[in-house]
């Protein structure tokens, strides 16, 4: 739907990963989903296109990357503390 959106403005796009997750859908969330890609010189005026069409929620300000995934970060710093005493603890004594 919204490559026809951007098709009919005259933006050309196209989708990766469609027929991965058409064949397998269990790997969908593995490669992450469908996407739709554009060229980067049209790229804004495809965002503006999608997000007064619905199909993007725009941004807030200061709404980053660490803002959006803050306790998958932690839970990933949590795993590699524990990881990094696992392997510590595997070392030979210098004695």
């Known amino acids: 739907m919204m490559q026809s959106l951007l098709d ?4 050309p796009s196209f989708l ?3 027929n991965t997750v058409v064949t397998a859908p269990y790997l969908s969330n ?3 989903g469908v ?3 554009v060229p980067q010189d ?3 005026r495809a965002m503006e296109i999608l997000t007064q069409a619905g199909h993007v929620k725009p ?3 200061g709404e980053g990357f660490v803002q959006r995934h803050r306790a998958l970060l932690f839970v990933a710093i949590v795993f590699f503390f524990f990881l990094l005493i696992s392997i510590v603890r595997q070392l030979p004594n210098a004695d």
């Open 8 to 11: 009919a403005e005259g933006i």
């Open 16 to 18: 990766k990963d469609e």
């Open 30 to 32: 593995a490669i992450g």
């Open 35 to 37: 996407k739709l890609l």
């Open 42 to 44: 049209q790229m804004e």
């Open 59 to 61: 941004e807030e300000p």
